[in-house]
């Protein structure tokens, strides 16, 4: 089983990157971008569902970011606009194996970071 997260990279402020999350090697239910910050705690950013009828976003996030997923190709994206210098982190891609709560942090599967970073 394995994630490969990509396109990471700087932007400016208000700019837009859009982050994806290859999986093989197994069955993926919920999907979750993490991002974490240096000296902060991880966070859930963002999660889809299998068939993507239920979306979850962190209060930070709303109305700026947008999670999305193709089944066919076993990725999931995470576009991300209107972004900020809080935005600066590492982004995990991870994907639990069962179904569960869509606001669980508990995830089965992670991928490598993507760095992230919105210059001022």
């Known amino acids: 089983v394995q994630l490969q997260a990509s396109g990471g990279g700087l932007v400016q402020a208000g700019g837009s990157l859009r982050l994806s999350c290859a999986a093989s090697g197994g069955t993926f239910y919920t999907v979750g971008w993490f991002r974490q910050a240096p000296g902060k705690e991880r966070e859930l950013v963002a999660a889809i569902s299998r068939s993507a009828d239920i979306t979850y976003y962190a209060d930070s996030v709303k109305g700026r970011i947008i999670i999305s997923r193709d089944n066919a190709k076993n990725t999931v994206y995470l576009q991300m606009n209107s972004l900020k210098p809080e935005d600066t982190a590492v982004y995990y891609c991870?994907?639990?194996?069962?179904?569960?709560?869509?606001?669980?942090?508990?995830?089965?599967?992670w991928g490598q970071g993507t760095q992230v970073t919105v210059s001022s």
């Open positions: 991870a994907a639990r194996n069962d179904i569960a709560t869509i606001t669980s942090d508990v995830y089965h599967y």
